[in-house]
C-alpha cells in the first residue's frame, strides 16, 4: 500500500471500543440490510433480520456483537466505507 501513497493502520473489528458515533460513518447511504455480515450466525439463524432491523437497533447490536458488522472498513481521509472488495479500493471496474 505503500507504493500507493496509502499507510495502512489495521484495527481488530471484534475489539473495537465502537460507539454510535464512530461506527455509523461507515455505512454512508446504504440501506440496512447492507451493513450486515450475511454470513454472521445471528443474521443466518433468522435472530437478526437485517431488513427489518431499525438504524439504531442495528448500530446498537453491531456494538454488542461486532460479527454482524459488514467489514471491512476502511477510512481514508474523511471517507468511510464498510464492506469494499478490493476491486472497489483499488478503482478497478
Same mark, same amino acid.
Request: hydrophobic content about 45%; overall charge negative; some cysteine.
Given at each position: 500500500?505503500?507504493?500507493?501513497?496509502?499507510?495502512?493502520?489495521?484495527?481488530?473489528?471484534?475489539?473495537?471500543?465502537?460507539?454510535?458515533? =464512530? +461506527?455509523?460513518?461507515?455505512?454512508?447511504?446504504?440501506?440496512?440490510? !447492507?451493513?450486515?455480515?450475511?454470513?454472521?450466525?445471528?443474521?443466518?439463524?433468522? !435472530?437478526?433480520?437485517?431488513?427489518?432491523?431499525?438504524?439504531?437497533?442495528?448500530?446498537? !447490536?453491531?456494538?454488542?456483537?461486532?460479527?454482524?458488522?459488514?467489514?471491512? +472498513?476502511?477510512?481514508?481521509? =474523511?471517507?468511510?466505507?464498510?464492506?469494499?472488495?478490493?476491486?472497489?479500493?483499488?478503482?478497478?471496474?
Amino acid at each position: 500500500m505503500i507504493a500507493l501513497g496509502h499507510v495502512v493502520e489495521s484495527f481488530d473489528l471484534m475489539n473495537e471500543p465502537w460507539s454510535v458515533s =464512530s +461506527l455509523r460513518p461507515f455505512f454512508g447511504s446504504r440501506p440496512v440490510r !447492507e451493513w450486515f455480515n450475511p454470513g454472521a450466525s445471528r443474521v443466518v439463524s433468522g !435472530e437478526i433480520n437485517p431488513e427489518r432491523i431499525t438504524p439504531q437497533s442495528a448500530l446498537v !447490536e453491531m456494538i454488542l456483537d461486532p460479527a454482524l458488522i459488514n467489514g471491512p +472498513l476502511i477510512r481514508i481521509g =474523511s471517507n468511510c466505507e464498510a464492506g469494499l472488495s478490493a476491486d472497489a479500493l483499488f478503482g478497478v471496474a
